[in-house]
């Protein structure tokens, strides 16, 4: 049986679009314009999939996401999508249970692998706080190395800027410094990674063979 994804998005047109490149993949495909539809559908039935906007007008998707998890209804992937993505929401996005992150306008293809890859790995379980997960990285900063606990006595901003860190830090040491292989895996353009490695002051070393600029 082929495997049914629901889209969660306000805009009719990317509904529409959607539903087409995964139909014609070979998928079936459910809409929903806003949270509340979403809700009612996820109560009545269990998708595969879930490709979730961020930015609705009823509910925001991470707040929906929230609810799942809260409610123990994230027992599907999510996928969040959103046209005016930061880092810190795909981050918060992950963090509380999505497992990738689409940045508007999706390529057919982008789309293609990450739903695919998504029904493959299945959902995430939250993790219900990151320090467990973050607590013995190291990260390399402004040329020091520095053993970082999660800062949660700190200003969020400042927090969030440490979170960023580790987070980045991390991929690139599952990915063995590839920018390109973390950029894809996290869902973000190369040349923004690369600028935002920069802001933070993240080193990335080179590698034998490695053609990252």
Do not use: C
Not at 16 to 45: C, P, T
Not at 140 to 158: K, N, V
Not at 171 to 190: C, F, P, T, Y
Request: no cysteine.
């Amino acid at each position: 049986m082929s495997k049914q994804i629901l889209v969660v998005d306000d805009e009719v047109g990317i509904r529409e679009l959607l539903a087409e490149i995964l139909f014609d993949e070979g998928y079936q495909v459910q809409l929903a314009e806003n949270a509340e539809q979403a809700r009612k559908f996820r109560h009545e039935s269990e998708p595969d999939l879930v490709l979730l906007d961020i930015w609705m007008p009823d509910t925001d998707g991470v707040t929906l996401l929230k609810e799942w998890v809260e409610q123990d209804l994230l027992t599907m992937p999510v996928v969040m999508m959103s046209g005016h993505g930061t880092i810190e929401t795909a981050v918060e996005a992950t963090r509380i249970g999505a497992v990738d992150f689409l940045e508007k306008p999706i390529s057919m293809q982008k789309l293609l692998n990450t739903v695919a890859k998504a029904l493959k790995e299945g959902a995430a379980r939250p993790h219900p706080l990151v320090v467990d997960t973050v607590q013995n990285l190291t990260v390399e900063i402004g040329g020091a190395t520095r053993h970082f606990p999660l800062p949660l006595d700190l200003p969020l901003r400042e927090a969030r800027e440490h979170f960023d860190a580790i987070y980045f830090d991390y991929h690139l040491q599952m990915e063995d410094g590839n920018v390109s292989r973390v950029a894809e895996k996290i869902g973000l353009e190369r040349t923004h990674l690369h600028r935002k490695l920069k802001q933070l002051g993240i080193k990335v070393a080179k590698k034998t063979g490695d053609n990252e600029s």
